[in-house]
Each structure stands twice: as structure tokens, then as C-alpha cells.
């Protein structure tokens, strides 16, 4: 199974920018990356998916290694509300999204 | 759009009843997903179905456990007998069948087993 690799947690500063990285080294032509994430007592929530080129979206940035064996979530501007488990995942074909520990994003005010 | 409707958001119940949780997907998508989450094991995916069919329940934990979809609008995920070791947060998820799309998570119902 295709799988990531993500620091178990990281920290930032209000109104700062944060960078979440994953690793995957073993993706497939086929895989895309997806990113959720898990706020304090709540479901998962969806934030950004792509397959070969970098993404933006209103909630976050994708950026993309060219060999894409790695990838990274960009927060543009952490605030109170952004701290939660972020999960990388890779989504292929018809296998369903499964999810690995993810990173524990904190941040201070 | 309402979401992914989960009921109840919380169920105590003693151990040994039945207990049934429900979820009504969103319109259009035709994928549903159960998870369970626990703070030992996370989250796991239990159950999915595709077009109200169900393609994996190699992670239903035991026999005690069984999901249903009658149509494309309403699944049950049910646990007869119910024991203390069950008691986790369930999701319900629901997607257009493509992996370009995402997964929408329902609120989640809360089991507690005593």
C-alpha cells in the first residue's frame, strides 16, 4: 500500500505561515494527494487534493515535488482555529481514504 | 446542503443491547463510508459502499457488527451485543466516487458502552 510519512506534530505562531510536510515515496502514476483535517471535536474535514501540479483553494496551498514523492500544506496565515490533526493521504482508483496519524498542528497566540 | 446527517450525536447504552446509528448521505454522492475513532487505534475505516453496495467490510471488527444501505439515501451501521471495548466515536462519510473528489465527514455520534 502506498504510504506517507508526517511529523507527529508541529507549532507555529498566530498569523504566520505554516508549512506541513509529507512524505510519500513509494506514489504511483495514479495517486493523488489528499489532505484532511480533524479539529477538536469534530469529523474530518477535506482541505486541498491534487495529482501533479500545485493547488490553491481558499482554505490552503498544495505544493507539489516535482518527482512527487513529497508534498506540502501551506497555511498562509495560522490562526487559533487552524489547530488540528492534519492528514496526508493518498487516494487511488477505488480504494477508500484511510487515514495514518497524521500532524498535530498547534498554534500559539 | 445540510452535510452528512449523523443520529444521535451522543448514545450511552449498557452493555449487551443493540445499539443502531444511521446516516443520510449527501445527495448525489454515491459513496458511503463508516469510521470508527478511538484515542488507542485512530481512525479506521469499518465499512463502504458503492451505489448502496457494499465492496469492503474488512475492518468490521467482529460478527457483532453489520451496515446496511436499502437505498441511496440512508445507511445504518448496528452492534448487537454491544460491549465496553465499542465505545468510540463513529463517522459517517459520504463522496462521488472518483478520488478527485473529497470525502464529506458527518458530525460523528459518540457510543459509550457502560
Redesign the interface.
Known sequence: DAKTTQPNSMESNEEEPVHLPCNHSTISGTD?I?W?R?LPS?????VI?GLTSNVNNRMASLAIAEDRKSSTLILHRATLRDAAVYYCIL????T??????GTRLSVIA | DAGVIQSPRHEVTEMGQEVTLRCKPISGHN?L?W?RQTMMR????LI?F?NNVP??DSGMPEDRFSAKMPNASFSTLKIQPSEPRDSAVY?C?SSK?R??Y???????TRLTVV
Do not use: C, M, R, W
Open positions: 493523488y489528499h484532511y480533524q469534530q469529523g474530518p474535514e477535506y487534493h487516494l487511488s482508483g477505488n477508500p481514504l484511510v487515514f495514518g496519524k | 459513496s463510508f469510521y485512530g481512525l479506521e475505516l463502504y458503492n465492496i469492503d463517522f462519510a466516487a478520488v478527485q473529497g470525502y464529506t465527514f458527518g458530525s460523528g
